[in-house]
T-cell receptor, first 111, second 115 residues
Framework: SQQGEEDPQALSIQEGENATMNCSYK?????LQWYRQNSGRGLVHLILIRSNEREKHSGRLRVTLDTSKKSSSLLITASRAADTASYFCATVDNYGQNFVFGPGTRLSVLP | ETGVTQTPRHLVMGMTNKKSLKCEQH?????MYWYKQSAKKPLELMFVYNFKEQTENNSVPSRFSPECPNSSHLFLHLHTLQPEDSALYLC??????????????FGPGTRLTVL
């Protein structure tokens, strides 16, 4: 079964609104990473949060991690049309092995 | 630009052809990865190389054959593929495999179509 699973599978919002995507996982992790993928392109690393961290910020991105619930969320504030992409979470286990991606959330930001 | 390049970007091949995908990274990393991304499926890790040694093979069929001549180059040799092998093949690199902060840097991918 998958380690990371994002929800929703697809999200459509208006420009300027905030977008929140969630990731749940099953086993203990060392860190969790969020990636972005524009259609048919490679993935771009956005942010890494370690298991002993609860929140991280990077520009308009805010990531939270709740290890007790085995979940993470990615918040994009003041979204732009250019944020339209698929967003994936990836988990790394405690041994630094098993880098596993979830199925992704496809975000559409409408102008 | 992530520092990881892949060629070709698009490839169409018949089931009896032999072709190779190439990946090159200019980041000084020691680990390289091949992923397969099919429509509506999560990324599937295929192979991992760490310091030129294959450390992971996720039950990939033998019609896919990886080669890592040095830490900067990674190839995926393809032969007698099936139509279901059509997908986006992504290469990635990281400072090393198995590290605890192993952010991966991805190439743009090769879109493979098997007829």
């Amino acid at each position: 079964s998958q380690q990371g699973e994002e929800d929703p599978q697809a999200l459509s919002i208006q420009e300027g609104e905030n977008a929140t995507m969630n990731c749940s996982y099953k086993t203990s992790i060392n860190n969790l990473q969020w990636y972005r993928q524009n259609s048919g392109r490679g993935l771009v690393h956005l942010i890494l949060i370690r298991s002993n961290e609860r929140e991280k910020h990077s520009g308009r991105l805010r990531v939270t991690l709740d290890t007790s619930k085995k979940s993470s969320s990615l918040l994009i504030t003041a979204s732009r049309a250019a944020d339209t992409a698929s967003y994936f979470c990836a988990t790394v286990d405690n041994y630094g092995q098993n880098f596993v991606f979830g199925p992704g959330t496809r975000l559409s930001v409408l102008p | 630009e992530t520092g990881v390049t892949q060629t070709p970007r698009h490839l169409v091949m018949g089931m009896t052809n032999k072709k190779s995908l190439k990946c090159e990274q200019h980041l000084g990393h020691n680990a390289m990865y091949w992923y397969k991304q099919s429509a509506k499926k999560p990324l599937e890790l295929m192979f991992v190389y760490n310091f030129k040694e294959q450390t992971e093979n996720n039950s990939v069929p033998s019609r896919f054959s990886p080669e890592c001549p040095n830490s900067s180059h990674l190839f995926l040799h393809l032969h007698t593929l099936q139509p279901e092998d059509s997908a986006l093949y992504l290469c990635a690199s990281s400072p090393q495999a198995g590290g605890h902060y192993n952010e991966q840097f991805f190439g743009p991918g090769t879109r493979l179509t098997v007829l």
